[in-house]
């Protein structure tokens, strides 16, 4: 037999055993896309972790927190319309956000400066506007991040693996 077909053959055969029969978290399709490139889940820095259910003192983490640097630029994770400019601190506006909406997900993202406007259609993809540094907020010791927190159907979701 030729060493070209028998490279083949086996090339072919474990190609075929290593696929999976049947759906693995891997092969689940991504609902979120990307809100910065090579998007990163904040840790525990001084202030504490980015992650959802991380503890908050008398409540847990709702959302997850992604790395950024100041003025970079943010993506929506979902077609939709930007359904209202949202603050994260009603005693701080310096802070700002976006809720978008799509009749499945509401997502809501923090710490950006918005260039998407109150009933303005977006696509996944989309700049939505740049990170702030809430650094500038709670001190060097918490790395700048924007804040997600998704809802689907109105219930609260963890969206880590939504990505």
């Not at 640097?69 to 603050?87: A, D, M, N």
């Not at 109150?118 to 700049?127: H, I, S």
């Amino acid at each position: 037999m030729n060493k070209k077909i028998i490279i083949t053959s086996i090339v072919l055969l474990v190609g075929f055993l290593a696929y999976p029969k049947t759906k693995s978290k891997t092969m689940i399709a991504k609902k979120l896309k990307y809100l910065v490139p090579n998007q990163t889940i904040r840790g525990c820095d001084g202030k504490g972790c980015g992650t959802f259910g991380a503890d908050r003192g008398n409540r847990k983490h709702q959302g997850i927190d992604i790395l950024t640097f100041k003025g970079q630029q943010i993506v929506s994770p979902i077609s939709g319309v930007v359904t209202r400019k949202s603050y994260p601190y009603a005693n701080d506006l310096n802070f700002e956000g976006l809720l978008i909406e799509n009749g499945v997900y509401s997502v809501y993202i923090w710490y950006i400066t918005p260039w998407k406007v109150k009933d303005q259609q977006v696509t996944a993809g989309d700049v939505i506007g740049v990170s702030q540094n809430i650094a500038e907020k709670y001190g060097s010791t918490m790395q700048t991040h924007v804040h997600i927190t998704v809802k689907k159907n109105g219930v609260t979701i963890d969206p880590t693996n939504l990505f």
